[in-house]
Nanobody, 123 residues
Framework: QVQLVESGGGLVQAGGSLRLSCAAS????????MAWFRQTPGKERDFVAT????????SYADSVKGRFTLSRDNAKNTVYLQMNSLKPEDTAVYYCAARYGSALSQPGRYAYWGQGTQVTVSS
């Protein structure tokens, strides 16, 4: 089992930046991929980015490519989502997720989830 705690959300103006963190605890000795998803009221949870256990491979949704960067520090069991050039349409609750095995973009393939952190981008 892995427990996840997100932090770093908040209110920012369009064009600004935020960095989200997700700290993992529990059975972190096994290789696990991590990902970020986001969700707005009444909509499904959308894929944002994912990263492999080694950190050597990342994948991004087209809507955030070139603006968001996902990285991880396995010594700290933490992943970071650097979000630059934020747009009002990035407003959502952002969720961190983990799974043992490969990095995937489908939320249903992730067994472990954080509680979510709100990101609000004002125009």
């Amino acid at each position: 089992q892995v427990q996840l705690v997100e932090s770093g959300g908040g209110l920012v103006q369009a064009g600004g930046s935020l960095r989200l963190s997700c700290a993992a605890s529990g059975r972190t000795s096994s290789a696990y991929a991590m990902a970020w998803f986001r969700q707005t009221p009444g909509k499904e949870r959308d894929f944002v980015a994912t990263i492999t256990w080694s950190g050597g491979s990342t994948s991004y949704a087209d809507s955030v490519k070139g603006r968001f960067t996902l990285s991880r520090d396995n010594a700290k069991n933490t992943v970071y989502l650097q979000m630059n050039s934020l747009k009002p349409e990035d407003t959502a609750v952002y969720y961190c997720a983990a799974r043992y095995g490969s990095a995937l973009s489908q939320p249903g393939r992730y067994a472990y989830w954080g509680q979510g952190t709100q990101v609000t981008v004002s125009s």
